[in-house]
């Protein structure tokens, strides 16, 4: 079985600075992972995914993350935050053995301050 | 090409009313999905189907029955509503075959109940 922790619900940085939200999972077995992004009002759009091609993931808007097996996270950062970032993003987990069903973190919401 | 589509985007019910939420896909993916998503709460798995006439029950399904008669629709009924039902519910399709699995997400349906 797998499980999700994001670790705050709020993250709030200021323009330009650096973005770091934390994703912390468990896995029996080699995971897939995932970031999604959820602008006010609307679904949920993926960002980036691991599929164990390359540990350091690049996704869209300047958005990476890297998965660390010995740590069991795989946080997203980003150098430099844009007002356009400001969104709730959230964590999820699948694996075989849950028949590839996503499992979810419960999303930090990140606020930029300008 | 449109993804997955959501009817409708809002409803206000009273308690004891019934509705049926409408969610289709053109890519052709196997599997679908219902979510609710509250604040603070994450996405909470309703029901899913792995294909056309199959349906399974989620974390959350009690209070909500689906059916998937078309591959590319899936519909979720409230019989008799209730005030807890209010929520943002998203629908979900991926393929079956096709790693990893990544989910493909509809705008959503905001619905409250009075």
């Known amino acids: 079985a797998q499980s999700v922790t994001q670790l705050g619900s709020h993250v709030s940085v200021s323009e330009g600075a650096l973005v770091l939200l934390r994703c912390n999972y468990s896995?029996?077995?080699?995971?897939?992972l995932f970031w999604y992004v959820q602008y006010p009002n609307q679904g949920l759009q993926l960002l980036l995914k691991y599929t164990s091609a390359a540990t350091l993931v690049k996704g869209i808007n300047g958005f990476e993350a890297e998965f660390k097996k010995s740590e069991t996270s795989f946080h997203l950062t980003k150098p430099s935050a844009h007002m356009s970032d400001a969104a709730e993003y959230f964590c999820a987990v699948s694996a075989m053995d849950s028949n590839y069903q996503l499992i979810w973190g419960a999303g930090t919401k990140l606020i930029i301050k300008p | 090409n449109a993804g997955v589509t959501q009817t409708p985007k809002f409803r206000v019910l009273k308690t004891g009313q019934s509705m049926t939420l409408l969610c289709a896909q053109d890519?052709?993916?196997?599997?679908m999905y219902w979510y609710r998503q509250d604040p603070g709460m994450g996405l909470r798995l309703i029901h899913y189907s792995v294909g056309e006439g199959t349906t399974a029950k989620g974390e959350v399904p009690d209070g909500y029955n689906v059916s998937r008669l078309k591959k590319q629709n899936f519909l979720l009924g409230l019989e008799s509503a209730a005030p807890s039902q209010t929520s943002v519910y998203f629908c979900a399709s991926r393929p079956k075959w096709t790693a990893p699995y990544e989910q493909y997400f509809g705008p959503g349906t905001r619905l409250t109940v009075t």
């Open positions: 890519m052709n993916h196997e599997y």
């Open positions: 896995s029996s077995v080699p995971p897939y």
